[in-house]
C-alpha cells in the first residue's frame, strides 16, 4: 500500500471504531440498540473493506495537526501560503478508474425462458478525506456508464449512467458531545450492485435488500445523524434520525417507490470492559406506492453487548413493537372487469422484535453473522412487512496479495399492508469475490453472485425468479496528500 493511500484509509477506522471514550467500555459502536448505532459503519462503503479498520488506526495522532497556527498579526498583510498549507497538509485524495464486465443468466419463472444479459462499465471517480482535531470527514463519488446487451429476441442494446456517493461527518464539537451524519446513494441497473456488501450485517436504518427486477434501474439512498452526549465515563445518551428511499426510473414499477423516516433516543451504561446495556424508543414512519399504504412503528428496545474475549463480541437486543397503518383498497372488484372506488382501510397490531449478531476475527480470518425479527420496510413493492432475516459474511486473507470473501443472505418478507394482502418475498442470495493486488496502484477482483426468490406483489400468481452472473473488474487508483 502507498504511504500516500494511508490517509484516505485513516477516515473508515476512525469512522468504524469508537471514540476516545470507548476505552472506558462504553462502545457505543458495538451496541444492540436496535442496530441503530452501527447504520454508519465504515463496512456500508461501496469498497466493503471490512479489514480497513484493522488499517493504521494508529496513525491519527500521527495526522492530527497540533491546532490552528498564526497565520498574520497585522490586518493589512496578506495572509501567506502557509495558510493554505495548514488546511490541506491533513487532507488526502484518491483518484480511481474503473473497468468491469458482468455476464448473468436471468429465469423468471422457469429456464424455458431464460436468457443472458451483458452488462460493461467504464468509470471513474473520486475520494477525499480530512481529519483535523476535533473533526474527521470523508466524500466519496463514483460514476460513468454502463452497456447493456439482451440475448431476447428483437431486444436492443442500451446505455446507462451509474452513479455512487458515500459521505461521513465525525465532529467532536465539545468534550461531551459528538455528531456523527453518514449517507450512502446508488444508482443503477445492475441488479447485483445492491447485494455486493452481503459480507455486513444490515443494520436498522438500512433497508431490506432490493427485490430484484430485471432491466429495472434503481434508486437507494440510505443516511443517519447520531448525537450523542457522553454523561460520564460509564453513561451515554444518543438521539438518532434517519431517512431512506428506494425509486424505479424509467418503470412501470415507479408507482411503488418507498420512503422509510426514523428518529429515536438511547441510553447505554458500561458495567465493565467488557459488558454495556441499555434502552431506548424509536419511531418509523414508512410511506409505500406514494400514500397508497403508511404505518407508524414504535418500538421500545432493551440491548446488551459483551466482549467475550478481545476477538469475539455478542450483540443482542428485544423489545416491543406497536404498528398503526392506513391503506388505500380497492371498494369492488369484479375479475375481468377490474376494480371499482376506493376507501380506507385502518389496522393496529402488536409484535415482538428481537435481533442479534455475533462478530468473530483472527489473525487471518473474520467472520460476522447477524439475525433479526421485526416489522419493517419491505424492501419495495410489498409495503410494510414482517420480517426474518439472516445474514453471514466471511473474509480471509490467502497470502499477501491474494484475497477471500462471501455472503450470504436468507430474507423471509410477509406483507402486513391491505393494499398488498398476502404478498410475500422468500429470498436467498449469495456472493463470493476473490480480489488480487496487482502492483501499488492496481488491483482487480472476481465475482460470483447468485438469486434466487419466490414472490407475489400486486398480482394473485406468485413466481419464481432466478439470477446467476460472474463478473470481473479491474481498477486503478492513485492517492496522494495535498500539503505534502
Not at 490541506?88 to 458482468?102: D, P, R, Y
Amino acid at each position: 500500500m502507498k504511504p500516500q493511500l494511508g490517509l484516505s484509509l485513516v477516515v473508515l477506522a476512525v469512522l468504524s471504531v469508537p471514540h476516545a471514550w470507548s476505552q472506558t467500555g462504553s462502545d457505543q459502536s458495538q451496541s444492540g440498540s436496535a442496530d441503530q448505532s452501527q447504520s454508519g459503519s465504515a463496512d456500508q462503503s461501496q469498497n466493503g473493506s471490512a479489514g480497513q479498520s484493522q488499517n493504521g488506526s494508529t496513525d491519527q495522532s500521527q495526522q492530527s495537526s497540533t491546532g490552528p497556527q498564526v497565520a498574520y498579526t497585522n490586518s493589512e498583510q496578506l495572509p501567506p501560503l502557509t495558510m493554505l498549507n495548514e488546511v490541506t497538509a491533513n487532507t488526502g485524495i484518491q483518484l480511481f478508474m474503473t473497468t468491469g464486465a458482468l455476464m448473468d443468466y436471468n429465469s423468471p419463472g422457469g429456464s424455458s425462458h431464460g436468457y443472458w444479459e451483458t452488462l460493461g462499465q467504464f468509470g471513474g471517480g473520486v475520494n477525499i478525506t480530512q481529519i483535523r482535531p476535533t473533526l474527521v470527514w470523508n466524500f466519496r463519488y463514483n460514476g460513468g456508464v454502463s452497456l447493456e446487451a439482451l440475448s431476447l429476441r428483437g431486444a436492443s442494446n442500451y446505455s446507462t449512467l451509474y452513479q455512487s456517493a458515500s459521505a461521513n461527518i465525525l465532529w467532536q464539537f465539545s468534550k461531551r458531545w459528538q455528531l456523527a451524519v453518514k449517507d450512502n446513494y446508488i444508482y443503477t441497473n445492475d441488479p447485483f450492485e445492491p447485494y455486493l456488501t452481503l459480507d455486513r450485517v444490515p443494520t436498522f436504518n438500512d433497508p431490506n435488500p432490493v427485490i430484484y427486477i430485471p432491466q429495472a434501474v434503481v434508486e437507494l439512498n440510505v443516511g443517519s445523524v447520531n448525537l450523542t452526549y457522553q454523561m460520564t465515563q460509564r453513561d451515554s445518551l444518543t438521539f438518532t434520525g434517519g431517512e431512506s428511499f428506494q425509486r424505479y426510473i424509467n418503470s412501470a414499477l415507479s408507482a411503488d417507490n418507498s420512503y422509510m423516516y426514523t428518529a429515536g433516543s438511547d441510553y447505554q451504561h458500561a458495567f465493565s470492559a467488557k459488558l454495556s446495556a441499555g434502552g431506548g424508543y424509536s419511531f418509523t414512519a414508512l410511506d409505500y406506492g406514494h400514500g397508497l399504504s403508511r404505518s407508524g412503528i414504535q418500538a421500545i428496545t432493551g440491548f446488551a453487548s459483551y466482549q467475550l474475549n478481545p476477538n469475539m463480541l455478542v450483540t443482542g437486543w428485544v423489545g416491543p413493537e406497536y404498528t398503526t397503518s392506513k391503506d388505500i383498497v380497492p371498494t369492488f372488484c369484479f375479475p375481468g372487469f377490474g376494480c371499482f372506488g376506493y376507501h380506507a382501510v385502518y389496522q393496529a397490531q402488536w409484535n415482538l422484535a428481537e435481533g442479534a449478531t455475533f462478530g468473530w476475527s483472527g489473525t487471518r480470518n473474520s467472520l460476522r453473522v447477524g439475525f433479526r425479527h421485526q416489522i419493517s420496510n419491505g424492501g419495495g413493492l410489498l409495503g410494510t412487512v414482517r420480517l426474518y432475516q439472516l445474514t453471514v459474511g466471511y473474509r480471509r486473507p490467502l497470502t499477501q496479495r491474494w484475497n477471500f470473501s462471501a455472503g450470504f443472505a436468507y430474507n423471509n418478507s410477509l406483507s402486513i399492508s391491505q393494499y398488498n394482502n398476502n404478498g410475500f418475498l422468500n429470498l436467498l442470495q449469495a456472493i463470493v469475490t476473490f480480489s488480487r493486488q496487482l502492483s501499488q496502484s492496481w488491483n482487480g477482483s472476481v465475482y460470483y453472485a447468485a438469486i434466487h426468490e419466490s414472490q407475489r406483489y400486486t398480482v394473485p400468481q406468485s413466481s419464481t425468479v432466478g439470477i446467476n452472473g460472474v463478473g470481473i473488474t479491474l481498477r486503478y487508483s492513485w492517492g496522494h496528500s495535498l500539503g505534502r
